[in-house]
């Protein structure tokens, strides 16, 4: 994968729909969230043709604040889940990151909550929203246990707020990559229900 990727919300969509391509605009990964459903789940494709799925990540509750969300390859086995931090996440945005075992190695911080306030509360009014949206810019960075910057994940200047720039800090192996990846998604997507 060439870096920076680039995460792309659908702008008008029944569901939740994002695509994620790299520096050449080669298409990576294709998620979609499943919809009527009582536990939150993400479904990730090769690409928008939905040929091949490439895993799935659900909740493991019910509408809850708290939920852990595993990530699932084709044969069901868990490769790692993302927990968002109770009451920590409420002004900043704190997201745990745990492998297979459900060890934590990493975690997903806001590096600017004020910039994620006024993103949310000015960027739905017409009109406000459109300047917003090119000023004020959420990012979060994804590091490990002993400090290491893996990933950064900006918000970019758009008209519609569905676009995210995506940087590798440092190099990682493959499994993790891709772990740290779908966290990213999820993270995303949880993100953006809240605003």
């Given at each position: 994968?060439?870096?920076?990727?680039t995460?792309?919300?659908?702008?008008?969509?029944?569901?939740?729909?994002a695509?994620?391509?790299?520096?050449s605009?080669?298409?990576?990964?294709?998620?979609r969230?499943?919809?009527?459903?009582?536990?939150?789940?993400?479904?990730?494709?090769?690409?928008?043709?939905?040929a091949?799925?490439?895993?799935?990540?659900?909740?493991n509750?019910?509408?809850?604040?708290?939920?852990?969300?595993?990530?699932?390859?084709?044969?069901?086995?868990?490769f790692?889940?993302?927990?968002r931090?109770?009451l920590?996440?409420?002004w900043?945005?704190t997201?745990?990151?745990?492998?297979?075992?459900?060890?934590?190695?990493?975690t997903?911080?806001?590096?600017n909550?004020?910039?994620?306030?006024?993103d949310?509360?000015?960027?739905?009014?017409?009109?406000?929203?459109?300047?917003v949206?090119?000023?004020?810019?959420?990012s979060?960075i994804?590091?490990?246990?002993?400090?290491?910057?893996?990933?950064r994940i900006?918000?970019e200047?758009?008209?519609?707020?569905?676009?995210?720039?995506?940087?590798?800090?440092?190099?990682?192996?493959?499994?993790?990559?891709?772990?740290?990846?779908?966290?990213?998604?999820?993270?995303?997507f949880?993100?953006k229900?809240?605003?």
């Amino acid at each position: 994968m060439q870096y920076p990727l680039t995460l792309n919300f659908k702008k008008i969509a029944f569901a939740k729909q994002a695509t994620l391509t790299d520096a050449s605009s080669k298409p990576i990964a294709y998620a979609r969230q499943k919809i009527l459903k009582l536990k939150e789940e993400l479904e990730i494709f090769e690409d928008k043709t939905k040929a091949k799925k490439v895993c799935s990540i659900k909740a493991n509750k019910v509408l809850d604040f708290r939920a852990a969300y595993s990530f699932t390859d084709l044969n069901e086995r868990p490769f790692g889940s993302i927990k968002r931090e109770g009451l920590r996440s409420i002004w900043k945005a704190t997201y745990l990151l745990n492998d297979s075992d459900d060890n934590h190695y990493a975690t997903i911080r806001e590096e600017n909550p004020f910039a994620k306030v006024v993103d949310t509360f000015l960027g739905s009014i017409v009109g406000v929203g459109l300047i917003v949206n090119y000023i004020f810019n959420p990012s979060y960075i994804i590091t490990t246990e002993k400090g290491k910057e893996l990933f950064r994940i900006t918000k970019e200047p758009s008209f519609w707020g569905g676009l995210f720039k995506i940087e590798k800090l440092s190099e990682i192996d493959d499994s993790e990559e891709i772990r740290c990846l779908m966290a990213t998604f999820m993270m995303i997507f949880l993100e953006k229900s809240r605003g």
